[in-house]
C-alpha cells in the first residue's frame, strides 16, 4: 500500500511537470528579434499635438506653438517641457509586449470600452490613438489597443503614470518666472503679525455656527495643519554688488554668497504642488491679504514677486505669483528658506584673508601700532627664495614666522555668533585692538576693531553697518597670540 501512495504522489507531481514541459517545447525559440513597435515610424519629434482624456476624467489638449508646447484646451497655458517631451518619447518608442488577442470582440473585459485612457495624438495633421485598459492581473502590464485594429496587446504597466496625465501634469508648474543668472536684487518681506491674524480669522470662522460653516465654500482647515512658527518680522533686503552679494537692509553688511544664491534657486526651481483657484478676490482665505513672507526678485528694471500665505497640510503653504491670478500651493521648505533670522544671510566670518595669501598685518594696541610684512628670504645656492616673516613697526626685526601664523590662525577663525542691533551698545567707539589685514598681493584690505562691552565681546569690519558679537575665547586667542610675538 505504502509503494502505492509513492506512485500516486508522484503521479500528481509528474503529470503538470510534462503537460508544462510539452507546453514549452511548442513554443517557438527566442529569435532575438526587437518588440513590434506601437506606431512604427513615429518620430517624437514631428507630433505637434495631443490630447489627453485621463482616468479622472480631464480632457487636456496640448500643442506646439512655435517650438513650444502649450495648453490650449481646457485653458491656456504654458506647458511642462519635461512632460510633453516623455510623453511624445514614449509614444515613439512604445512596444507590444505581448498580443492577447488578435481578433478581440469584448473589449470591456479589458478596461478598453471605454478605455480608462485615451491618448490622441497628431502628427503632420493625422491623429492617431492610443486606448489604455486595466492592468493585468499581475500588475507588471497594461491591456491596450488602436481603435482601428480589433487586437488587444500588452505594454509596459511603468508607463501608465506616464500616459495618464492630468491638466494640471501636463502644464508649467514653475512658480516665479526668472532669468536666474540677472537676478541682481532680493527683497525678503517677514510679517510675524500676519500668523496672529490668519489664527483670529481661523476663531471666527469658527464661531460662525454649524450652518454657515457647512454652505461656505472657503478652504477647509487642513487636518494636519498646524500653528505657524513665529516668523522674524522686518525687511531683508540684499543687492549684488559685482560677483558678491550685499545686506543694505536691516544693516549694511555682507551677505552670505551662499546663502543668498540658494535663495535665489530655491525660488527659480520651485514648483506648484497643486493648484487651488484660477483666481479670486478673496486673498483673505489663504493668508494672502497679509502674507507672512513677500518676496521680490529684480533683474534689471523688472522684477517677479511671490506671496506666502497660511498652511495648506501636508508640508505645504499657500502661495500666489504676483504678475497671476492664480493661487496655488508650494513646498512650504521654501517658505521656511524665506522665514530664516537676519543673521544666517550674513557672512560670519570677520576676515576674507587667510594666512596663506596674507602679506601684512597691522595691530594697534593701547595706542601703538605693530605690523609684520611677508618677504622673501636671499637665496642660497640653487634653492628658490623663501617666504619668511618681518617686523616692520614699530622696528624692523626678524619674526618669528611660526608666531606669525598663529596670529593670522587666531584672527581668521574668529567667527561671529550674532549681530547688534545698529544702536547697541558694543564700546567699539574706543576699541581694544584694531587689526588691518592685506591679502593677494597687497591688493584687497580689510580691517576689523575688537572692544569689551561688560562680559561681551564685539567685533566690527569696515564698511559694515552693525557690530558682530564673537565669544569672548575667540578675542582671548588673539590677544595670546600677539602676546606670543612681544
Request: charged share 30%; no cysteine; net charge neutral.
Amino acid at each position: 500500500m505504502r509503494g502505492v501512495r509513492s506512485l500516486i504522489v508522484l503521479l500528481i507531481v509528474a503529470v503538470p511537470l510534462v503537460w508544462f514541459a510539452l507546453r514549452e517545447s511548442k513554443r517557438e525559440p527566442d529569435s532575438g528579434k526587437k518588440q513590434e513597435k506601437v506606431f512604427a515610424g513615429l518620430e517624437a519629434d514631428k507630433v505637434d499635438q495631443i490630447t489627453i482624456k485621463s482616468e479622472s476624467g480631464d480632457r487636456t489638449t496640448v500643442q506646439k506653438q512655435g517650438g513650444k508646447w502649450q495648453v490650449t484646451q481646457p485653458l491656456a497655458a504654458a506647458a511642462d517641457e519635461g512632460e510633453l517631451s516623455g510623453l511624445a518619447s514614449n509614444l515613439a518608442s512604445l512596444e507590444v509586449q505581448r498580443v492577447v488577442d488578435e481578433q478581440a470582440s469584448d473589449f470591456k473585459q479589458y478596461g478598453l470600452d471605454p478605455a480608462r485612457v485615451d491618448v490622441a495624438f497628431k502628427q503632420g495633421g493625422q491623429e492617431r490613438h492610443l486606448l489604455i485598459g486595466q492592468k493585468t492581473p499581475s500588475g507588471t502590464d497594461i491591456y491596450a489597443r488602436v481603435p482601428d485594429k480589433p487586437r488587444v496587446f500588452l505594454v509596459s504597466s511603468f508607463l501608465d503614470t506616464t500616459f495618464n496625465r492630468s491638466t494640471f501634469d501636463l502644464r508649467d508648474k514653475t512658480v516665479l518666472k526668472i532669468d536666474r543668472d540677472k537676478v541682481d536684487s532680493l527683497e525678503i518681506i517677514r510679517d510675524a503679525r500676519a500668523s496672529q491674524g490668519s489664527k483670529d480669522a481661523k476663531d471666527a470662522k469658527a464661531s460662525k455656527g454649524t450652518k454657515d460653516s457647512k454652505d461656505s465654500k472657503e478652504p477647509k482647515e487642513p487636518k494636519d495643519a498646524q500653528e505657524p512658527k513665529p516668523t522674524e518680522s522686518g525687511t531683508l533686503k540684499f543687492a549684488k554688488s559685482g560677483a558678491d552679494w550685499k545686506m543694505t537692509a536691516p544693516a549694511d553688511a555682507r551677505a552670505d554668497f551662499g546663502a543668498i544664491e540658494g535663495v535665489i534657486g530655491r525660488l527659480n526651481t520651485a514648483q506648484m504642488k497643486a493648484l487651488t483657484a484660477a483666481e479670486t478676490t478673496d486673498l483673505s482665505k489663504y493668508g494672502l491679504d497679509k502674507p507672512a513672507v513677500t518676496v521680490r526678485l529684480g533683474t534689471g528694471s523688472a522684477q517677479a514677486g511671490l506671496l506666502i500665505g497660511n498652511s495648506a497640510g501636508e508640508g505645504a503653504v499657500y502661495a500666489k505669483d504676483l504678475s497671476r491670478p492664480l493661487v496655488f500651493t508650494i513646498d512650504s521648505a521654501v517658505a521656511d528658506e524665506l522665514k530664516k533670522p537676519a543673521d544666517d544671510f550674513r557672512v560670519k566670518d570677520l576676515f576674507d584673508a587667510r594666512s596663506f595669501n596674507t602679506t601684512r598685518v597691522e595691530v594697534v594696541r593701547a595706542g601703538q601700532t605693530t605690523a609684520w610684512e611677508k618677504a622673501k628670504a636671499a637665496a642660497k645656492g640653487n634653492e628658490p627664495p623663501k617666504e619668511v616673516w618681518k617686523q616692520v613697526a614699530p622696528a624692523a626685526k626678524d619674526a618669528d614666522a611660526t608666531k606669525v601664523e598663529a596670529l593670522l590662525s587666531a584672527l581668521t577663525n574668529a567667527r561671529a555668533a550674532s549681530f547688534a542691533a545698529p544702536s547697541a551698545a558694543t564700546g567699539l567707539d574706543t576699541p581694544e585692538l584694531t587689526v588691518t589685514v592685506k591679502y593677494e598681493d597687497g591688493q584687497k584690505q580689510e580691517r576689523v576693531a575688537f572692544a569689551r562691552h561688560g562680559s561681551d565681546v564685539f567685533a566690527r569690519r569696515d564698511g559694515d553697518g552693525s557690530a558682530a558679537k564673537l565669544d569672548a575665547p575667540s578675542l582671548d586667542a588673539i590677544l595670546k597670540a600677539l602676546d606670543a610675538l612681544k
